[in-house]
Each structure stands twice: as structure tokens, then as C-alpha cells.
């Protein structure tokens, strides 16, 4: 309930996370599912609490860009960053270690140093013309601490590399794209087309 819920009703992923603990709180997989509800809901020193229990009971590091990020959230960039430094980052898969990168770039700009987060994007997963799950989100991201630098040129070409990766639309790329280009979207429903009353019929001119 709390992976079918957690992107459009994360409130209710988080309830049923907290009746899960109750129940099998000794469990890896429900204290992972309740640091991802309550890291939905912003509940950072919670999502880390979790987070650390699962990954003491499995011994593993998938967690560790998570829980950086977390560290971010209750305003700790730094200790982000000392963590994407840790040994723990070699033993991430591809995704986990694009993941850190992500973080890390973040944590720069919590930090106001936004050229270090452009160059913290700069890598071979950046520059790869393969498509891979991540490869829409790293473009986002470089594009956005592009535009944030006033480079809008370059910001404009990496927004549009991000559309073409996003195939599932994670990202509001493109509408940033438009934005850039000046384009304006206007809902038809809202124009005042019409301007009779509910029930009458303005075709056949009859009262």
C-alpha cells in the first residue's frame, strides 16, 4: 500500500507505514517502506531513522544517497557531501552513484556554491547519448543550475536533452523548455466563449 500510494497520496503511504512498524517494525523492508513514506512527507529525521535501521539489518548501501539527501532536508548540506565522499559510494550500483551525484550537486546549492554543483554534474553519465533511468533527471538538473547561473543559452540545449530522455515524464522539462521559449499555454476552458446561462441555447437565437 505504501509504493501504490506514495506518489499520489503520501499522506495515506504514510499511515499505512506507521500501522506496518506497529506490526513488523523487526522487518528491513517495512522500516525502508516507512523512511520512504515519511521522506515523502518531509519527515526527514524520521525517513533518516528508518533508513538507518533498514540498512543496519541488511548490511547493505542502497540506502546512502537517500539518507544523504535526507541530510539535506534537515539542513545539514554538509554532512550531505561528506557522505558522498565516504567509501560507502563505491559499492553503488550505476543508478545509486548518479543518485549521490544528484545529491551532492544539491547539496552545493543548498550551500550557495553553484558552479561547484554544475561541475559535480559534469560526468560520463552527463555526456552519454545512452538513455538510462536516470538520464532525464541528470539533465534536468544540470539545466536548472545552468539556468540558475544566468547561462540560459546552455540551460535551453541541456532542458531539451532532458526531454528527449524523459519518456515517462518524471520531470516537467518541457513545460521549463517552453517557459524559455516564450510560449504560453492557455486553457480553452477558461476562455469566456460562452456567456449564456446553463440550460440555453445560443445556436437557434430562441429565447
Not at 32 to 41: P, S, V
Request: with cysteine; aromatic share 6%.
Amino acid at each position: 500500500m505504501v509504493a501504490r500510494l506514495i506518489d499520489e497520496d503520501p499522506e495515506g503511504a504514510y499511515g499505512y507505514s506507521r500501522v506496518a512498524l506497529r506490526l513488523a517494525s523487526r522487518v528491513a523492508a517495512v522500516r525502508e517502506a516507512a523512511g520512504f513514506a515519511a521522506y515523502a512527507n518531509q519527515k526527514y529525521s524520521e525517513a533518516l531513522a528508518e533508513f538507518r535501521a533498514a540498512r543496519r539489518m541488511t548490511g547493505t548501501v542502497d540506502l546512502w544517497p537517500v539518507m544523504a539527501d535526507c541530510e539535506r532536508g534537515l539542513g545539514r548540506p554538509e554532512k550531505a557531501l561528506d557522505m558522498a565522499g565516504a567509501p560507502e559510494v563505491h559499492k553503488l550500483d550505476k543508478a545509486g552513484q548518479v543518485e549521490m551525484r544528484l545529491v551532492a550537486a544539491g547539496a552545493r546549492r543548498d550551500m550557495g556554491q553553484l558552479d561547484a554543483a554544475i561541475v559535480t554534474l559534469q560526468s560520463p553519465e552527463l555526456a552519454s547519448n545512452s538513455v538510462q533511468p536516470w538520464t532525464a533527471r541528470l539533465r534536468y538538473a544540470y539545466a536548472d543550475a545552468l539556468l540558475s547561473a544566468g547561462r540560459d543559452s546552455e540551460a535551453r540545449e541541456w532542458f531539451a536533452k532532458a526531454v528527449e530522455a524523459d519518456r515517462d515524464g518524471s520531470t516537467d522539462a518541457s513545460d521549463r523548455l517552453a517557459e524559455l521559449d516564450g510560449v504560453e499555454f492557455v486553457d480553452a476552458l477558461d476562455e469566456d466563449t460562452v456567456d449564456s446561462e446553463p440550460g440555453e441555447d445560443k445556436a437557434d437565437g430562441q429565447d
